[in-house]
C-alpha cells in the first residue's frame, strides 16, 4: 500500500509540521515541509532550529524557498500528488488588503490543481471571518472577506468540510508571522477550510439517441436542458440510488395494505400525450413538455457522434407500435433538428407516466381491486424554482373499483398513503425530534381531485409555503365500463427523497460525482451530508426590448438559462417593466443568480454564461437585449 504524502506550505518557524510529524507513523505517511525564505533569512532562530531537528528525526523532509503559488516549479512530474496539503493562516504580509489575501489564495488554489492527487485535500486555516462563510462566526460581509470559496474554485476545489481550528490538535504549534513580526495571529475563533476536487463542468458530451419506427430508423439529440438526465436508470438494479430506495419503502409498505401488481415500465421514452385522464389543472404538464424532432437516420450504431451507442431499452420497447401523425403547424421556437423533421411529428418525451394509462387500463389482465403501480423518469419544461425539476421519477398509482364504492375506497387509499408517507418522512429524525413534515390532503376547486401537500420545515424553517410531491384524481374513461371508477395517486420521487434524506437540491440527486451514492449505506436512512460547502453565488441582470409581434414565452426564457447555465441558474426575477413613453415599446429586467450544488464555479465561468445567455434570447425569443 502506498504512503500518503503530506505537503506543508508557508511555513514559518516549522512548530506545526514539527508538531504534526509526532502524531503521524513515518511508515505509512511521508511529510514534506516548506517554506518561502531561504536558510540565510531564518536567521538563527532557536525555535526554528529545534523544529527543524524534530522534523529530521522524525524523516520528514524539508524545502526552502518553495513558492506556494508555483508548486509545480517545486516538485518533478512523478512527485507531485499530494494526499493533503496544508496551509496555515495565509497572509501576503505587513498590512496587505484583502485584495492581496484573496490574490494569494486564487494563486495558491490553482497551484494545488498540479500536484493534488484526485482524491486529495487541501487544508486552509484562516482566522475568525477572513472565509467568508456561514460558518464564520460573527460572518463578514462577503466584499469584505477573503472569499475562500470563490477562490478555491479557480483552482476547481469545493469547500467539502470545514471545522474550528484547534491548537490543542497539535501540541506546540505556535503560529507567528502575524503581519510579517514574531506575533501570534488571532486564533479565537479561527477555521479549518477543507477543500476537494470538483468535477469539470465539461464531463460528458451530448449525446444522440436512435430510434426505430417499424423499418425505419430515426435519431434525435438529447434536448440541451435535460443534459446527462436521460438513461440514467436510477430505478433498476443494481442501483443504490435513493430514489430507488424510497421507491422500494414506498412500495413494500403499499403491498401490506393492497393486493398489488407491479408493472415493468416498458413503454417507451416518447410519447404523443394523451390526455385522457388528466384534469383540467394538471393538463398544462403537456404544453411543457418537451417535443422532439426525428431525423431519419441509416448509419450504424457504432458510427454515432462521440461514439457513444444508445440502445435505450425504454425508448425501444413497443417504440414500433407509436404511430406518427401529421401535427399542426408549429411556431418558429427553434426545436432541435427543425430541418428534416419526420413528417412534422407530435412526439415529446413523456411528461407523465399518466400518459400510459389508457395501455394499462385496456389489458386483459388489468383487474379491479388490484393496485398498480408503475414508476420510471419524467420530463417537462418548468420555471426555475427551488422545488421545481425538468427531470424526475415519478410513481403512479392505479386502482379500479365500482362506482358503489368510490368514497370508501378512495378513503383507503388516502388514509393509508398518509400514514405511508408520514412514516417515512420521520425515519431520520434524530431522537426527540418533532415531525418537520407534514403530509396533508388538499382538495382542489373542482371537487374530486387532491394535491399531496406536505408543509415542511426542513428547508423553510417557517413553514409558511406547502411543498407539492403529488396529486390524486378520481377519473371515470369512456371506453371502460361506465360504472367502473379509477384513482390515479401520482408522487415524485425526487421530492420525496430530498424530504427523507433532507436533500436542499435537486440538482445533488442527478450529480455525476461518485461522493453523493457514499452518503447512503444500504438499510440505513441518515440525513444526507454535502460534500460541497457554501458554494458561491453570482447575480447578473439582463434586461431586453420586447418584440412587439413575436411576444415574450417566460417559460423559454427560463429554459434558455437552463439549458445556457447548465442548470447552474437557481433563481430568476423579474425586477421591472419600462414602457418608453414615445415609442411605446416594452422592456423586461430579470435578476439571475448563478450557483452550483456540486461543481466549482468562478466568476469568469457565469460571465461566459451570461454573455452566452444574451445571445440565445436573442436568436430563440426575438427581443433585444439592452
Wanted: aromatic letters at 10%; hydrophobic letters at 40%.
Amino acid at each position: 500500500m502506498a504512503r500518503r504524502r503530506l505537503l506543508l506550505v508557508g511555513e514559518g518557524n516549522f512548530s506545526f509540521a514539527a508538531a504534526l510529524s509526532e502524531t503521524l507513523e513515518p511508515s505509512t505517511t511521508s511529510l514534506i515541509a516548506t517554506c518561502l525564505q531561504r536558510p540565510a533569512d531564518l536567521g538563527r532562530d532557536p525555535v526554528v532550529g529545534k523544529n527543524l531537528r524534530r522534523l529530521r528525526e522524525r524523516g520528514a523532509e524539508v524545502r526552502f524557498g518553495v513558492d506556494c503559488t508555483q508548486l509545480a516549479d517545486a516538485f518533478e512530474l512523478h512527485d507531485r500528488e499530494f494526499d493533503r496539503i496544508y496551509f496555515n493562516f495565509p497572509h501576503c504580509g505587513r498590512k496587505a488588503g484583502v485584495a492581496k489575501n484573496r490574490e494569494l489564495l486564487a494563486k495558491f488554489f490553482q497551484s494545488c490543481a498540479d500536484v493534488l492527487a484526485e482524491a486529495g485535500e487541501v487544508h486552509v486555516a484562516l482566522c475568525r471571518g477572513q472565509g467568508g462563510t456561514p460558518a464564520d462566526k460573527p460572518r463578514r460581509e462577503w466584499h469584505n472577506s477573503w472569499q475562500v470559496v470563490a477562490m478555491a474554485a479557480l483552482g476547481g476545489l469545493i469547500l467539502s468540510d470545514v471545522h474550528p481550528f484547534s491548537c490543542e490538535t497539535v501540541p506546540g504549534y505556535r503560529c507567528t508571522g502575524y503581519r510579517s513580526q514574531d506575533k501570534t495571529f488571532h486564533l479565537e475563533g479561527a477555521l479549518n477550510h477543507i477543500f476537494t476536487r470538483s468535477l469539470p463542468f465539461e464531463c460528458f458530451q451530448p449525446r444522440i439517441f436512435r430510434i426505430r419506427l417499424g423499418d425505419q430508423w430515426f435519431s434525435f439529440p438529447e434536448p440541451e436542458a435535460l443534459k446527462g438526465k436521460l438513461n440514467r436508470r436510477f430505478l433498476e438494479a443494481p442501483s443504490c440510488h435513493p430514489i430507488k430506495t424510497i421507491n422500494e419503502k414506498l412500495i413494500a409498505e403499499l403491498g401490506k395494505a393492497f393486493p398489488l401488481k407491479r408493472l415493468k415500465c416498458s413503454f417507451p421514452l416518447l410519447s404523443q400525450g394523451n390526455t385522457s385522464v388528466l384534469t383540467s389543472w394538471n393538463r398544462d404538464i403537456l404544453s411543457a413538455a418537451f417535443w422532439i424532432g426525428l431525423l431519419e437516420d441509416n448509419s450504424n450504431s457504432e458510427s454515432l457522434t462521440d461514439g457513444t451507442t444508445q440502445d435505450m431499452d425504454e425508448f425501444l420497447m413497443s417504440f414500433s407500435e407509436l404511430s406518427l401523425p401529421h401535427g399542426p403547424e408549429r411556431d418558429d421556437k427553434e426545436y432541435a433538428y427543425e430541418e428534416g423533421i419526420y413528417g412534422q411529428a407530435k412526439v415529446c418525451l413523456r411528461p407523465s407516466l399518466l400518459v400510459h394509462v389508457q395501455a394499462l387500463i385496456q389489458a386483459p389482465d388489468f383487474l379491479p381491486g388490484s393496485l398498480y403501480i408503475l414508476s420510471g423518469p419524467v420530463f417537462r419544461k418548468c420555471l426555475i424554482l427551488p422545488f421545481t425539476m425538468p427531470a424526475f421519477h415519478e410513481t403512479l398509482l392505479i386502482l379500479a373499483f365500482s362506482q358503489n364504492l368510490k368514497d370508501g375506497c378512495l378513503q383507503s387509499v388516502l388514509d393509508h398513503l398518509k400514514r405511508i408517507l408520514d412514516s417515512l418522512l420521520t425515519q431520520t429524525l434524530l431522537e426527540g425530534s418533532e415531525l418537520s413534515s407534514a403530509v396533508e390532503f388538499v382538495l382542489q376547486p373542482n371537487g374530486k381531485d387532491y394535491v399531496i401537500s406536505v408543509k415542511c420545515h426542513n428547508f423553510d424553517p417557517d413553514g409558511a409555503k406547502d411543498l407539492i410531491i403529488g396529486f390524486v384524481t378520481i377519473s371515470t374513461i369512456s371506453i371502460i365500463q361506465k360504472d367502473q371508477c379509477f384513482v390515479f395517486v401520482s408522487i415524485n420521487l425526487d421530492l420525496l427523497a430530498m424530504l427523507v434524506w433532507d436533500i436542499s437540491d435537486w440538482r445533488m440527486l442527478w450529480t455525476f460525482d461518485n461522493r453523493f451514492l457514499r452518503n447512503f449505506v444500504p438499510g440505513k436512512i441518515e440525513p444526507f451530508k454535502s460534500y460541497s460547502l457554501y458554494p458561491p453565488s453570482y447575480t447578473h441582470d439582463v434586461s431586453f426590448w420586447l418584440d412587439e409581434k413575436k411576444g415574450f414565452d417566460e417559460l423559454e426564457f427560463h429554459t434558455v438559462a437552463r439549458e445556457v447555465s447548465q442548470d447552474t441558474v437557481i433563481s430568476i426575477e423579474f425586477l421591472s417593466r419600462f414602457q418608453h413613453a414615445k415609442t411605446e415599446q416594452v422592456s423586461l429586467c430579470y435578476r439571475l443568480i448563478y450557483q452550483t450544488c456540486d461543481k466549482a464555479l468562478t466568476r469568469e465561468q457565469v460571465a461566459s454564461m451570461q454573455f452566452q445567455f444574451r445571445k440565445e434570447i436573442q436568436r430563440r425569443l426575438h427581443v433585444i437585449p439592452r
